[in-house]
């Protein structure tokens, strides 16, 4: 899944607006610094975000931008959805024609990346704005370090331990990860 700067820069000013909501409107200008967004790129982003009604913008000196709704009625499927009218670049694959013999409607391929795009729509539909907001404060009150990439000594991260469980409820399996998952929640990473 790839995702544009543009949904990337939506989550991280969505993420702002949720985690000041009890301070006010954030203006454009306070996202933008503590984002480390552009802000005449920013404000297109706010733009889209209201347009959809994710948020309210109010012009003038005690202007902002507040969330529409409640953080917890707010999924990334639909700040992401706003923004780049996909959730995921599986639709692109699924859009070619199956050139292979037998066809569209028979190739496990096909199969493959439909659950992929099942799997992450799933993940992106669960995912709050109200959960993000409660796991970074907790990141950040327990100085909690998150790698950059899946590597040989990842650690499993609460986060993922529960998309994983909804994933697996979502299939009709049993949990990938039995072992060390609860033991790991909690530390630093």
């Given at each position: 899944?790839?995702?544009?700067?543009?949904?990337?820069?939506?989550?991280?000013?969505?993420?702002?607006?949720?985690?000041?909501?009890?301070?006010?409107?954030s203006t454009s200008h306070e996202i933008a610094t503590h984002q480390g967004i552009p802000e005449p790129?920013?404000?297109?982003?706010?733009?889209?975000?209201?347009?959809?009604?994710?948020?309210?913008?109010?012009?003038?000196?005690?202007?902002?931008?507040?969330?529409?709704?409640?953080?917890?009625?707010?999924?990334?499927?639909?700040?992401?959805?706003?923004?780049?009218?996909?959730?995921?670049?599986?639709?692109?694959?699924?859009?070619?024609?199956?050139?292979?013999?037998?066809?569209?409607?028979?190739?496990?391929?096909?199969?493959?990346?439909?659950?992929?795009?099942r799997s992450v729509e799933t993940i992106l539909k669960r995912q709050s704005l109200a959960d993000l907001?409660?796991?970074?404060?907790?990141?950040?009150?327990?100085?909690?370090?998150?790698?950059?990439?899946?590597?040989?000594?990842?650690?499993?991260?609460?986060?993922?331990?529960?998309?994983d469980a909804v994933v697996d409820a979502v299939r009709g399996s049993t949990p990938r990860r039995t072992?060390?998952?609860?033991?790991?929640?909690?530390?630093?990473?």
């Amino acid at each position: 899944m790839k995702i544009s700067t543009k949904g990337e820069y939506g989550i991280r000013a969505m993420l702002f607006i949720a985690m000041h909501a009890d301070e006010g409107p954030s203006t454009s200008h306070e996202i933008a610094t503590h984002q480390g967004i552009p802000e005449p790129y920013l404000r297109q982003i706010l733009a889209s975000l209201a347009k959809h009604q994710l948020i309210q913008s109010n012009r003038g000196p005690q202007g902002g931008h507040m969330l529409a709704r409640p953080a917890s009625q707010i999924s990334l499927h639909d700040i992401l959805y706003a923004l780049e009218g996909q959730v995921t670049s599986v639709d692109q694959i699924l859009a070619q024609p199956c050139s292979i013999d037998i066809g569209t409607r028979h190739c496990v391929i096909r199969e493959v990346f439909l659950d992929v795009k099942r799997s992450v729509e799933t993940i992106l539909k669960r995912q709050s704005l109200a959960d993000l907001v409660r796991r970074q404060n907790e990141i950040i009150s327990c100085n909690i370090e998150i790698p950059h990439d899946l590597g040989p000594s990842f650690k499993s991260l609460p986060v993922i331990d529960a998309v994983d469980a909804v994933v697996d409820a979502v299939r009709g399996s049993t949990p990938r990860r039995t072992e060390g998952a609860a033991a790991d929640r909690g530390k630093t990473h």
